[in-house]
């Protein structure tokens, strides 16, 4: 029986707005101070925020002021318009203590209390990120700062910056894999998460170099937290971003490095690719005997190669000679994978910041490298999955085919839409299962997204977005089938057509100033909105059942199992860009009132089980 059905108009200009209730974790759902279940959507905040806002010669004099923008009211009202409210926001360690070990950067801390405080003015929570990718700045990424490399002898690498004396040949159009594979990457996460295993008599002022590294880490997170403990917007704390595995687990350093393998199976089939002993022969100087990568001097003057310090190799007879090429399998990681090492600081971060804020969330995400997560468990209220999740292939050929999938290491698509859908379905079916390692988690995919360059930028010279369009559809169905809690890689408030995300040739931004036609219009400049906008239950009032939404006629379906213990209305979402002249509201098993002002449907259950229809006007 239908127990209520009206047409109403939102109202122009609306916004939505949350309450700052508290999040907890209820086994493997997020629930609300009133009981119920969650549903978490926003952004990450932001691409550029890798970067300095001021930049310098000295890397001490960097400032990060500034990131992701310095006027934050037209952004937060945006993705509040937009229902993409629970943000994973990008701080990296760099823009803390980029002065010196233990020099904090006190008017950064102030200027990011600011901007999550103004964010709590538009129902926005943040989860904080010490982000990294490929370690540092000082090794081709972003993160930690310049002197935790140049206190351990090495230089800045500035492969394939404007001017610089080497070039690594790039055999796609970005610059991941080959930046993941540089030594400096490799060698300082294989420090930072097992220096005590692999390097147990290299100390830095004295102290143990994994105990340096890491001890840096979360003192340094443990100045945002202090600082942003008034904030009950603070939703929590993420531990690592993507961690590397460093050398741990390489079983022989001739074999292929695992980053230029991968790029060479779809971009250079039969080419030879660079070994990990190739890039250890460079580092120091030497051309490789197969010539894969150019010599690149990144040791400083009168600093050694911490592994041929360790014998791992030698110069024998004026030739690099590799000494023992097994040795990152010989000792701990033969026992353990990365993620033993990574459990270890997150069971290390928790206690740091649950000190200072005891309700926080614990972001944990695995390595990639490791299937293993059982590793990771805190056994702690809080603690969350959270896997990141791509189309892989896209993402590193920046080539799109409609309807078309491939599965990694696979030159078999899997084509038509259905079956796409089907293929994302299981992949992020199988990312949540292997999270339930960690114990019975909820899981928030902390990136998901869609590179929008692909094609040779094709959008762009066209202006015509509906073949990124076609491919973001079949990405978010899939993420609502799975009722999925995600934040979107990424807003970044000035990308442009030209610079991407200005970071790593990367362009992800669901908005740009170069889409911008219409100021006054709050909607302009976003990008495939029409996929990134959707319906979804915020809060349900009882057990999810299934979400859809078909972007093309309107049409939301939400079903629900109620909880009567529950006496809180469940609320809906829906979105004034996908229903500006209204919408229809049917709702079978329950009643309704709307909140137009916020762009909100209240749903009160008379029923076990209930749904919720929605189509346009």
């Not at 974790?25 to 101070?33: I, L, N, R, V, Y």
């Not at 100390?203 to 403990?229: C, F, T």
């Not at 230029?260 to 002993?277: D, K, N, Q, T």
């Not at 976003?526 to 996929?531: I, K, V």
Request: charged share 20%; glycine share 8%; hydrophobic share 35%.
């Amino acid at each position: 029986m239908l127990a209520a059905i009206a047409v109403f108009v939102l109202a122009l200009g609306t916004v939505w707005a949350q309450s700052m209730t508290g999040i907890h974790t209820d086994g493997t759902a997020f629930k609300d101070e009133k009981g119920r279940t969650l549903i978490l959507r926003g952004v990450n905040l932001g691409g550029t925020s890798k970067i300095p806002a001021k930049t310098s010669s000295d890397p001490r004099a960097v400032s990060f002021v500034g990131r992701p923008f310095p006027q934050a009211d037209e952004h937060f009202r945006r993705l509040q318009g937009w229902g993409l409210t629970f943000e994973r926001l990008i701080v990296p360690w760099e823009a803390i203590e980029h002065a010196g070990p233990g020099v904090y950067d006190k008017a950064y801390l102030d200027y990011l209390h600011e901007l999550v405080k103004r964010a709590n003015t538009y129902g926005i929570r943040v989860v904080i990120d010490l982000h990294q990718d490929f370690y540092s700045r000082a090794s081709g990424g972003d993160g930690a700062p310049y002197w935790t490399l140049s206190k351990l002898g090495l230089l800045p690498d500035r492969t394939n910056e404007p001017g610089a004396p080497q070039n690594q040949p790039v055999r796609g159009p970005g610059y991941w894999p080959p930046t993941a594979a540089r030594l400096s990457v490799n060698t300082m996460d294989t420090l930072f998460w097992a220096g005590n295993d692999f390097a147990p008599d290299l100390k830095v002022d004295g102290i143990p170099v994994q105990e340096w590294l890491q001890s840096h880490y979360v003192n340094a997170m443990r100045q945002v937290a202090l600082r942003m403990r008034d904030l009950n917007n603070v939703a929590g704390y993420d531990t690592y971003n993507e961690p590397g595995s460093g050398f741990l687990g390489v079983s022989d350093l001739r074999s292929p490095e695992i980053f230029m393998m991968v790029m060479g199976h779809y971009e250079a089939p039969g080419a030879p690719a660079p070994s990990y002993w190739d890039y250890m022969q460079a580092a120091s100087g030497f051309t490789p005997e197969k010539q894969t990568v150019p010599a690149n001097q990144l040791w400083a003057p009168g600093a050694e190669d911490i592994w041929r310090r360790l014998g791992v190799w030698d110069v024998v007879n004026g030739k690099p000679t590799l000494l023992k090429p097994d040795y990152f399998a010989a000792l701990g990681a033969k026992k353990h994978g990365v993620n033993f090492y990574v459990g270890a600081l997150h069971r290390r971060i928790a206690a740091a910041i649950h000190e200072i804020s005891p309700n926080a969330l614990i972001a944990q995400e695995p390595s990639a490298f490791d299937g293993n997560q059982k590793d990771l468990a805190l056994g702690l209220p809080g603690a969350l999955s959270e896997p990141h999740w791509y189309d892989a292939v896209p993402m590193l050929s920046k080539h799109y085919e409609p309807d078309t999938t491939y599965p990694i290491f696979s030159n078999k698509p899997i084509t038509g839409s259905d079956a796409v859908v089907d293929a994302y379905v299981k992949q992020i079916d199988e990312a949540k299962a292997k999270g339930q390692g960690m114990g019975q988690v909820p899981t928030w995919f902390g990136e998901v997204g869609i590179p929008y360059d692909v094609n040779d930028k094709q959008a762009f010279r066209t202006g015509d977005f509906s073949e990124l369009e076609h491919y973001a559809r079949p990405y978010y169905e899939a993420l609502d089938k799975t009722l999925s809690s995600y934040s979107i890689w990424c807003y970044s408030a000035d990308n442009s057509n030209e610079k991407g995300d200005h970071w790593n040739n990367e362009d992800y931004s669901i908005f740009s100033p170069d889409q911008r036609k219409n100021p006054n219009d709050i909607n302009s400049g976003g990008r495939t909105l029409n996929e990134v906008v959707r319906p979804y239950p915020l809060a349900t009032s009882g057990t999810p059942v299934s979400i859809e939404f078909d972007t093309k006629s309107k049409a939301f379906r939400y079903k629900f199992r109620a909880d009567k213990a529950i006496s809180t209305e469940t609320e809906i979402f829906l979105p004034k860009y996908q229903y500006p002249n209204g919408a229809v509201v049917t709702v079978d098993g329950g009643t309704y009132r709307l909140d137009v002002a916020h762009s909100l449907v209240h749903v009160s259950a008379s029923s076990d089980e209930v749904t919720v229809v929605v189509t346009s006007k």
